[in-house]
């Protein structure tokens, strides 16, 4: 995966920013989406795009396009540096393999304390039963 390549495949929209601002704000575009076409990348393999397409599935619509939206800032091009750092992150948390788990056994002093544990309080709680003399 080309970071270069991926940039390039990346568009970009601007709107205005909702929230408190003043005058400033009702006239900038700061707030800034990304959208990123996973079903036509080029820069992606075929086995990418398919755990992309699973891993990531409920942020992706029903046409392949990725969405992500920052608004963080005042600036748009800080806006547009931080969504995609996220979209960066986001593509490689998913593309990273998931570790098989192992089961183990627990040993055998862990089983022989849990069972002596249980055993002294069995017997606690049988002492305190009122016994018929």
Excluded: W
Aim: aromatic share 4%.
């Amino acid at each position: 995966m080309n970071l270069n390549d991926i940039h390039k495949e990346v568009k970009y929209r601007s709107s205005r920013s909702g929230g408190a601002g003043g005058q400033h704000i009702n006239k900038v575009s700061t707030k800034v989406e990304l959208l990123f076409d996973v079903l036509n990348s080029f820069s992606l393999t075929d086995k990418q795009k398919a755990i992309i397409l699973d891993k990531l599935a409920t942020r992706i619509s029903t046409g392949g396009i990725l969405l992500l939206k920052c608004d963080e800032t005042r600036s748009q091009s800080r806006n547009k540096e931080i969504v995609f750092e996220r979209f960066i992150n986001l593509i490689k948390t998913a593309l990273t393999p998931v570790k098989n788990r192992r089961p183990t056994k627990p040993t055998r002093s862990s089983v022989r304390k849990r069972l002596n544990n249980k055993k002294k309080l069995s017997e606690k709680k049988s002492n305190r039963k009122f016994k018929d003399e």
